[in-house]
């Protein structure tokens, strides 16, 4: 075994409390909330325009139909990982509104830039414990002759060489320990680009998997150190992934040779000690 591969086995031996079964089923209340999730984001609104204000309209698409024939209403963006991240604000935002009306019974903080996970949430309910719900988005691959079944790039799970593979140590652009999770959950929306529409987005559709349920073998990167999942949009639904167990899935990415850069190995070192001295000291 390799240094690092030593380092790795040592710090990730917690990892079956991630797999208790508890009285909450956060995936559960998540495919609730989900199917009642309406994208409504339209556009970009610009100031300068050709209305003669005040403006009166009698809905909302009245009003939609206004601002865009007067030239408020630009398109979103269609370049893939800026839309993702408009989809990802609207789906945390609704998200943190419905756990807002559950009157204390959870509770939830929000990551942010470059952050695991995108939303932490807690609560009485979720019986003191956390539960790490992250948020990703995909294209469907259109075929010129054929529904589509695949998306168009693989969804990342994880960033493989930092808190993943070091589950015990809290790492920077971390709530916590990625060990001290009940549950990790991904929100998946997958949805059709459309370029002639200034909301881009058509048949949005929100799935919610266990990441090992639908983890592959491959990196969903040639550049970065990122986890990738199936491309099957039936097997994204289904949790249909390249392994039958959670712990296949977690020894075949931890004995993963990674590379770990500069920065990333000091920060690895730094946390190393500071366990090693807790340790010492306790």
Aim: aromatic share 10%.
């Amino acid at each position: 075994m390799t240094d690092n591969g030593a380092q790795r086995a040592k710090y990730r031996q917690p990892d079956a409390k991630m797999r208790r079964v508890t009285a909450f089923d956060l995936q559960q209340w998540l495919r609730t909330q989900c199917q009642e999730y309406v994208y409504d984001l339209r556009g970009v609104f610009r100031v300068a325009g050709s209305t003669s204000w005040p403006l009166t309209a009698t809905d909302a698409a009245d009003l939609e139909a206004q601002l865009q024939r007067h030239g408020h209403l630009l398109p979103l963006p269609k370049e893939p990982a800026a839309l993702a991240n408009v989809l990802e604000v609207s789906i945390a935002d609704f998200l943190l509104e419905r756990v807002a009306a559950s009157d204390g019974a959870l509770t939830a903080t929000r990551g942010g830039e470059r952050f695991y996970p995108d939303l932490e949430i807690s609560g009485p309910e979720a019986g003191g414990g956390f539960y790490a719900v992250d948020i990703k988005v995909a294209q469907r691959k259109i075929l010129k002759k054929a529904t589509p079944r695949q998306t168009q790039s693989r969804i990342t799970l994880y960033t493989g060489n930092t808190y993943f593979a070091y589950p015990t140590l809290h790492w920077d652009g971390t709530f916590r320990p990625f060990a001290d999770y009940a549950q990790h959950l991904d929100v998946i929306a997958i949805y059709t680009l459309n370029r002639t529409s200034a909301a881009r987005v058509d048949d949005l559709e929100l799935i919610v998997q266990e990441p090992w349920k639908i983890g592959s073998h491959k990196r969903s990167s040639t550049t970065r150190e990122y986890i990738g999942a199936v491309q099957g949009l039936d097997d994204l639904r289904q949790g249909r992934g390249e392994f039958k167990t959670a712990g296949e899935f977690y020894k075949f990415w931890r004995a993963y040779n990674f590379r770990i850069g500069a920065t990333v190995r000091n920060q690895l070192n730094k946390l190393l000690a500071q366990q090693n001295q807790g340790s010492a000291r306790a």
